[in-house]
Structure formats: C-alpha cells, structure tokens
T-cell receptor, first 113, second 111 residues
Framework: DADVTQTPRNRITKTGKRIMLECSQT?????MYWYRQDPGLGLQLIYY???????NKGEISDGYSVSRQAQAKFSLSLESAIPNQTALYFC?????FGTGELFFGEGSRLTVL | GQQVMQIPQYQHVQEGEDFTTYCNSS?????IQWYKQRPGGHPVFLIQ?????EVKKQKRLTFQFGEAKKNSSLHITATQTTDVGTYFC???????????FGSGTRLLVRP
C-alpha cells in the first residue's frame, strides 16, 4: 500500500459544487502539504500544515480550504468549484527536520465543467 | 515575489545523448532539491544539495549547486528511455520550510 494515499483519484464535477479531496499517510510525518499542478506551471503550494493545530496558506489559497483532522489526515476542499480549478492535485508529507524531502501521493485529477 | 525558474521547458534527445536542465532562483537558497515525475506519475525525490558549489552524482546523473546558491543544474550522461519524465527543482520559500517548485523540464528520449 502507498504511504501517502489520495482519494478520489479522479473526479468530474460541475461549477458551483463542493468538492473534498482527502489525503492520508502512514509515514508518521508531522508536515503535510497540498499542491496543485497545471501543465507547464510546475507545482504550486495551496496550503500546508506543520502539525495538527497548524494550518497555513501557500501561494494560491484563494478558493480553497483545508482541514487537518489528525496527524495522518489532511483534506482539501473547494467550497464552490470553478472551471479554472481543473488541475491535478497532489498531497505530500515531510518529516519535521528542516526542509526535508517531500513524499507525494499518487494525485487527484479534478475536472470542473 | 520569490521565483524559481527552469530552462529549457522541453528537451527532445536521441537515446545516448546528454541532457542538462538549469534552475535559477531570484534569491539565495539554503538548499535545493530535485524531483523526477514520470508521465502519469507523481514527483519523486532525487537529491538535495546544501553547500555552495556542491556536486553530487547518482550513476549517470550529476547535480550541481552554484557558488552563490542561486542556481543549480542536473546533467544526465548518455540518456536512456527510462530517463523520460519531467524534472523539477525546488527551493525553500522565504527562508522557510515551504518549497517553491520550478516549472520543470520535460525530457523526451527517442529510442
């Protein structure tokens, strides 16, 4: 089983719908991240959490919210999805020592019609 | 704001040719990381460079961190079809622990 698991892997929805992407990890890491990937734009940080009580905005947080339900779980919500939020979303984790390597989930492909 | 830029955006090579991707930051970085993303896959960590002028090798891959710690490069010697993918560099944002990723270089290898 994957150390960082994302659900759903693929989702098609309509404009205005609420969507939640979930991430769970078995690596025991404190730090969790949500990134968005668009073709040719690399990975952009949406939100990150360094522990259960710590939530921080990244580069592109507008239109998104997150919840850290437990050390192992970090979910990303789109309260009212819009077409330009169509993208590939990655959850990642890292340990608590400096700028540690990121361990990515398999990704969640979201299409907003 | 802080930016991390990568060139080229694409590189199409014949198998056996060398390949280099370059990463440049608008600010000095405490360290730089490199990731590889295979087509349809997720980014996978390759290496982290910390010291000014550092050079590290992994088989056919050579990673360099510039003396000013504002640029880095990844060189692949004698590319193979297994090298296909997108290579990203990433550096800490604003002296924090958040990583900013470059836009990536997509490598295609003709067999």
């Amino acid at each position: 089983d994957a150390d960082v698991t994302q659900t759903p892997r693929n989702r098609i929805t309509k404009t205005g719908k609420r969507i939640m992407l979930e991430c769970s990890q078995t690596k025991g890491h404190d730090r969790m991240y949500w990134y968005r990937q668009d073709p040719g734009l690399g990975l952009q940080l949406i939100y990150y959490s360094f522990d259960v009580k710590d939530i921080n905005k990244g580069e592109i947080s507008d239109g998104y919210s997150v919840s850290r339900q437990a050390q192992a779980k970090f979910s990303l919500s789109l309260e009212s999805a819009i077409p330009n939020q169509t993208a590939l979303y990655f959850c990642a984790t890292s340990d608590g020592f400096g700028t540690g390597e990121l361990f990515f989930g398999e990704g969640s492909r979201l299409t907003v019609l | 704001g802080q930016q991390v830029m990568q060139i080229p955006q694409y590189q199409h090579v014949q198998e056996g040719e060398d390949f280099t991707t370059y990463c440049n930051s608008s600010t000095t970085l405490s360290n730089i990381q490199w990731y590889k993303q295979r087509p349809g896959g997720h980014p996978v960590f390759l290496i982290q460079l910390v010291k000014s002028g550092e050079v590290k090798k992994q088989k056919r891959l050579t990673f360099q961190f510039g003396e000013a710690k504002k640029n880095s490069s990844l060189h692949i010697t004698a590319t193979q079809t297994t090298d296909v993918g997108t290579y990203f560099c990433a550096g800490p944002m604003d002296s924090s622990y958040k990583l900013i990723f470059g836009s990536g270089t997509r490598l295609l290898v003709r067999p």
